[in-house]
């Protein structure tokens, strides 16, 4: 490899037999999809020539898919013993240890690689420098490796894929001497916030950060003191424990940025869940304040104390707190142990009186603005770092009961049953087919029980809840309504009776749209094609949608972009990518402030 770094002007105008020489090695012995890339041509940054290359291996048939992906040698496989891989192979195989494997190791992969090339046809691919770069841990390696022999070949066959624009990511940085070094330290801060963790998680090694707990209190000591090295003018967490750092404007009368997400978690949560969105704008004061730059508005990060719900039933308190929202009533709720938010909060040292104080005058605000990790799959399978929130979802929930007869399972012939199981079964394939029909609603039946159920007997009743989000009100109101009419429906021609309640209803959030428009101007600046999504779950710029306008920014996020699960993670150089899109949005920002 050439010791002088490749440049895009250098690609852009180099002669296609050139440029395919330049990119030589980026995916394993498969120049012809860096020949189709070329098309797309002048390449306006390295993260749209890193999009080119996965639409050109998109578009490609399956037997070429199938082909690249048999071009890789096994991880630890012969190619390796035999010294025969590529230098970029070896390069790769060295960092994470595999050189280096124990006997029991070897033993174990080599039966891993067996197994799985018996399974799926192919070698297993496996980014094995990881989402930050540095190499994966050979232990954590051996259980992915373990953990994907489990999928069903079709996901499989796509993780391999999105494995191997990892791998060619990281080539690439190599190629043009790129180092995502905003996104290493915002990856680093993600890690060093994630060792406090609630008791009894701590010794399973989960992730766990409930309210005002000692760990939730550590995290929020650990941000604060991120905020003051990064340069904020102040910083103090307030009466529910939000952290709240001010970057003050070029002028004391300058309006308010608003931004942040919460530090809180789910249990046995991800890392990078609301924590990425209070991290990614850190970064950017901390970029400011090194450029002692001050722009024509004041610049506020928040981290949020709660949003998961999870230690009392209060969800969005840190940010409802914001916008007058905190219901007294919530501090009477009691814990699993007994402890009560009253008690949680004096325990903290936290002023019950002072909270109507930190409600914003939303006068004094510019707006509200999010970088959350996506929690789904979309950006993945699209193979893009980043989407435009258009919309966070509207939602209804129920529970409901299904009422038929508990009867013997061998006497009751098929056409004299009153089976409640079936019954909602029926309900939950037409949810299925009629959210889909809309192509971005969703509903979902999560809880389904029969009560006292055996394995002899017709189910006489079954309990199950309902789940439905829609971008927008109406078409979750129409979504819902013709599900409703199907229960009833189904519960008329099967001779059952039903109970539904409603318990939950929340508006959707669109997008404010000249703060979605900055988002989209500073994500295409980056060379990365829009892509507009609505947010399927909820976040904190919901509750301050209700007082100003607010638009968020979605970061993708590997192994499909899991979430509320330990997998959950994203690369150095998808957060390289928020904090650069942040940074264009302060930047246009500032531009358009008198
Ligand atoms: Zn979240």
Redesign the pocket.
Known sequence: MSLTPLSLAQLNAASAAEAVALLDGVYEHSPWIAERALAARPFRSLAHLKHALAQALAASSADEQIGLIRAHPELAGKAMVSKTLTAESTNEQRKAGLTDCSPEEFAQIQQLNADYNAKFGFPFILAVRGPRGLGLPKQEIIATFARRLHHHPSFELGEALRNIHRIAEIRLNDKFGVEPTLGNEVWDWQEQLSVHTDPGYAELGQLTVTYLTDAHRACAAQIAQGMRDCGFDSVHIDAVGNVVGRYEGATPDAKTLLTG??YDTVRNGGKY??RLGIFVPMACVRELKKQNRRLPFAFEVVGFAE?EGQRYKATFLGSGALIGHFNTAWLDQADADGITMREAMKHAGLREEDIPKIQRDPSKYLGFVEV?IEQGPVLTELDLPLGIVTSINGSVRYVGEVFGMASHAGTTPMDRRRDAAAAVAELILFAEQRAAKDGDSVATVGMLQVPNGSINVVPGNCKFSLDIRAPNNAQRDSLAADILAALKDICERRSVRYTLEETMRAAAAPSAPEWQARWEKAVDALGIPLFRMPSG?G?DAMKLHEVMPQAMLFVRGINSGISHNPLESSTNDDIQLSVEAFQLLLDNLAKETP
């Open positions: 997400s919460h869940d609301g949003e959350h779950a976040h």
